[in-house]
C-alpha cells in the first residue's frame, strides 16, 4: 500500500512539474514552424506561402500556415500569435501587421522558449532572431527615382500610403517622398491619404483622392502607390476616370491584372520584392536557430524594378507571376 502512494506521489509531482514548467510532451521530435502572414488574400502572401513550403519539404519539417484574412485585423493576428505559443511550436515567422501592437506576443513566445524570425516588416523590439525583409526604403526611393525620370523631372505626384502602423510601407513611403524632394521640379499634391488594407477601400480614396485634386484637367501627372492592394485600387480609379496611361502610375508588388496594365501601357513601373525568397528563408534559418546554427541578425532579400522596356526578360517575368501551383 505504502508503494502505491508513493508511485502515485511521484506521478502527482511530475505532473505538477510540467505544468508549472509550461512544457507540453510532443508525440515525436519534428520540428514544426509556424508561420503568421499579414494576410491570406494578396498574391504576395501566396507567393510567401509558397517559398515556406519549398524549405519544409527540403528539411523535412512541417509548417502551419494562418494569418488574418485582411492586413488591418491586429487583433486576429496577436490571437494566432498566443494560439502557437500555447500549442507549443518549435518556432515562429511572423510579417507583423503592427510594429508596436505585436510587440508583447512575441515577447511572451520568446519567453515560453519559441523563437521567432520576423520577415516583411519591422518589428519595434530586439526579441527576434532575424529579420527577413526587403530594403523597403530603398524600394520606395527607387521608385520615386523612376517615377521623377518618366515625368521629366517635372510636374505634380501624389503618394496614396496604406495604413498607420504597417512598417514596411511606411519605410517605402518615406523612401519615395525623400526621392522626390531631390526632385526640384516636383511637387507632392497630396501625402497624407491612406488607401486601406483592400482594393475597395483603395478604389474609394483614389476616386475621391483624383477628383478632390482635379486629375481630369491637370491637378495630377503622377501617382506612387506602396502595395499591391493600393496600386490595383488607384488603377481602377484611373481606368474609370479615363486616365490610365495619361497620369503615370508606379506601384509595388505584383499580380496578374498589373501585369496586364503594365503591357497596356496604363502602369508605368513595379517594384517586386522576392516573396518566395522571403519564405523559403525564414523557415530555413528558423529550422538553422533551432539546430544551433548561427544565423544573420538581418537578411535582405532584395528587390526589382519592373517596367514596360524589361517586363519580358526572363528572370524578370519570373518574379512576376510565379509558377506556385508546383509547391
Known amino acids: 500500500m505504502k508503494r502505491i502512494n508513493h508511485l502515485a506521489w511521484l506521478c502527482a509531482f511530475s505532473i505538477a512539474m510540467v505544468a508549472c514548467s509550461g512544457a507540453v510532451p510532443k508525440e515525436d521530435d519534428r520540428i514544426t514552424i509556424a508561420v503568421i502572414p499579414k494576410g491570406t ?11 515556406a513550403v519549398k524549405a519544409s519539404r527540403e528539411l523535412d519539417v512541417d509548417i502551419l500556415w494562418q494569418g488574418p484574412l485582411k492586413e488591418d485585423d491586429r487583433e486576429e493576428q496577436i490571437k494566432v500569435v498566443d494560439s502557437f505559443k500555447a500549442r507549443r511550436v518549435s ?11 505585436l510587440r508583447v506576443p512575441v515577447r511572451n513566445a520568446v519567453r515560453a522558449g519559441i523563437p521567432v524570425l520576423v520577415l516583411d516588416s519591422s518589428l519595434d523590439s530586439e526579441d527576434h532572431i532575424s529579420f527577413v525583409s526587403t530594403d523597403n526604403y530603398r524600394g520606395g526611393r527607387v521608385a520615386g527615382d523612376h517615377l521623377a525620370q518618366i515625368l521629366g ?14 512598417a514596411s510601407t511606411m519605410k517605402r513611403e518615406q523612401g519615395f517622398l525623400d526621392a522626390i524632394a531631390e526632385q526640384h521640379g516636383i511637387e507632392v499634391v497630396s501625402s497624407n491619404q491612406y488607401g486601406g488594407v483592400t482594393t475597395e477601400t483603395a478604389f474609394r480614396a483614389s476616386e475621391n483622392l483624383l477628383s478632390a485634386l482635379g486629375a481630369a484637367t491637370g491637378g495630377v501627372d503622377g501617382v506612387f502607390c506602396p502595395n499591391e492592394s493600393t496600386t490595383f485600387g488607384m488603377l481602377r480609379a484611373l481606368q474609370d476616370a479615363g486616365l490610365a496611361g495619361k497620369i503615370k502610375l508606379v506601384g509595388f508588388d505584383s499580380s496578374q491584372q498589373l501585369v496586364d496594365a503594365m503591357r497596356k501601357g496604363e502602369l508605368h513601373g513595379l517594384v517586386l520584392q522576392d516573396p518566395f525568397n522571403m519564405g523559403y528563408l525564414a523557415v530555413k534559418l528558423l529550422v538553422g536557430h533551432l539546430s544551433g546554427e548561427a544565423i544573420k541578425k538581418r537578411v535582405d532579400t532584395g528587390l526589382t524594378l519592373v517596367t514596360p522596356e524589361n517586363i519580358d526578360e526572363p528572370g524578370v517575368h519570373r518574379q512576376l507571376l510565379p509558377d506556385l501551383d508546383q509547391y
Open 153 to 166: 523631372g517635372k510636374g505634380k505626384v501624389v503618394l496614396l500610403r496604406l495604413q498607420e502602423g504597417s
Open 41 to 51: 488574400t494578396h498574391e504576395f502572401w501566396k507567393s510567401v506561402h509558397a517559398g
Open 91 to 101: 518556432g515562429i515567422a511572423l510579417a507583423p501587421l503592427d510594429e508596436r501592437a
